[in-house]
């Protein structure tokens, strides 16, 4: 009894005080601040179970070199999503951004790789491996053979955009008839120019050279360019094509260092 004496007059006391100030004995933005808190509330639960599913779908990788509870959820997506991926990231990111020149620093690269490999399987020992060979591999691969793969294979996804078994058979057959006897008689006529061999020499060459590494191609890229042109995006056509050109290239670079052939 004597509680609820004091709970009433505490009440009584409090109204009084709210009475002396002259405020309102009902809060009324209390109540207005109170019922809008409540209905952000009641609003975000609603969302929660959809943000909930959101959170769960995203897959975080954070690294022992930076703890987790230091760094946005951003950061840490976008970090987690480089560590994952790495080297490939980065040549697909370069591949996007400056697709003609990665693609050529692509096939000088394996072009160099390819001439080196070609020598040491013919040289009796490493000290006669021709430098100035390789380079002049690697120089065809980034000045010629990069940007010409870029540009012929975004031509074939313009005029032939389709994927289906016939229209791959049409792109392999004007890879096998237009681009691969054209960037083959480039690449003797480059090479044997190089060497000092003049023009009746170099045609001497194509003479004796060029319809022999064709038939020979036959046996090998036709498999090849249909992997290439069913399976493979346009983007990253030709770092397949260059890929298969390796062990191509190994023989091409030994037809070219056979000795010229005379003009007479």
Same mark, same amino acid.
């Given at each position: 009894?004597?509680?609820?004496?004091?709970?009433?007059?505490?009440?009584?006391?409090?109204?009084?005080?709210?009475?002396?100030e002259?405020?309102?004995?009902?809060?009324?933005?209390?109540?207005?601040?109170?019922?809008?808190?409540?209905?952000?509330?009641?609003?975000?639960?609603?969302?929660?179970?959809?943000?909930?599913?959101?959170?769960?779908?995203?897959?975080?990788?954070?690294?022992?070199n930076? !703890? =987790?509870? $230091?760094?946005?959820? %951003?950061?840490?997506?976008?970090?987690?999503?480089e560590?994952?991926i790495?080297? @490939? +990231?980065?040549?697909?990111?370069?591949?996007?951004?400056?697709?003609?020149?990665?693609?050529?620093?692509?096939?000088?690269?394996?072009?160099?790789?390819?001439?080196?490999?070609?020598?040491?399987?013919?040289? !009796? =020992?490493? $000290?006669s491996?021709? %430098?100035i060979?390789?380079?002049r591999?690697?120089?065809?691969?980034?000045?010629? @053979? +990069?940007?010409?793969?870029?540009?012929?294979?975004?031509?074939?996804?313009?005029?032939?955009?389709?994927?289906?078994?016939l229209?791959t058979?049409?792109?392999?057959f004007?890879?096998?008839?237009?681009?691969? !006897? =054209?960037?083959?008689?480039?690449f003797f006529?480059?090479?044997?120019?190089?060497?000092?061999?003049?023009?009746?020499?170099?045609?001497?060459?194509?003479?004796?050279?060029?319809?022999?590494?064709?038939?020979?191609?036959?046996?090998?890229?036709?498999i090849?360019?249909?992997?290439?042109?069913?399976?493979?995006?346009?983007?990253?056509q !030709?770092?397949?094509?260059s890929?298969?050109?390796?062990?191509?290239?190994?023989?091409?670079?030994?037809?070219?260092?056979?000795?010229?052939v005379?003009?007479?």
């Amino acid at each position: 009894m004597g509680s609820k004496c004091k709970s009433i007059k505490h009440l009584s006391d409090r109204c009084l005080h709210r009475r002396s100030e002259k405020q309102p004995l009902l809060d009324v933005n209390f109540y207005i601040e109170h019922f809008v808190t409540n209905q952000q509330w009641r609003s975000n639960y609603s969302r929660f179970p959809q943000r909930l599913s959101k959170i769960r779908d995203v897959k975080v990788y954070p690294s022992s070199n930076f !703890p =987790s509870h $230091s760094l946005p959820f %951003s950061t840490l997506q976008k970090y987690s999503t480089e560590s994952k991926i790495g080297f @490939l +990231g980065w040549y697909l990111g370069k591949l996007e951004s400056y697709p003609l020149i990665t693609k050529s620093i692509t096939s000088s690269l394996i072009y160099a790789a390819a001439d080196l490999t070609s020598q040491i399987i013919t040289s !009796p =020992s490493f $000290s006669s491996i021709d %430098s100035i060979r390789t380079l002049r591999m690697a120089a065809y691969g980034m000045l010629i @053979l +990069g940007p010409s793969q870029h540009f012929w294979f975004n031509y074939m996804s313009k005029i032939l955009p389709k994927r289906d078994t016939l229209t791959t058979l049409k792109k392999l057959f004007m890879g096998q008839a237009v681009y691969g !006897p =054209s960037i083959t008689a480039v690449f003797f006529s480059y090479n044997a120019s190089l060497q000092g061999e003049s023009g009746g020499e170099i045609t001497a060459r194509l003479k004796r050279d060029l319809l022999p590494t064709l038939a020979t191609g036959l046996l090998y890229w036709p498999i090849c360019d249909f992997i290439t042109y069913k399976f493979v995006p346009v983007h990253l056509q !030709p770092l397949v094509n260059s890929s298969c050109a390796y062990i191509w290239t190994i023989y091409l670079t030994y037809m070219a260092s056979l000795k010229k052939v005379s003009s007479d």
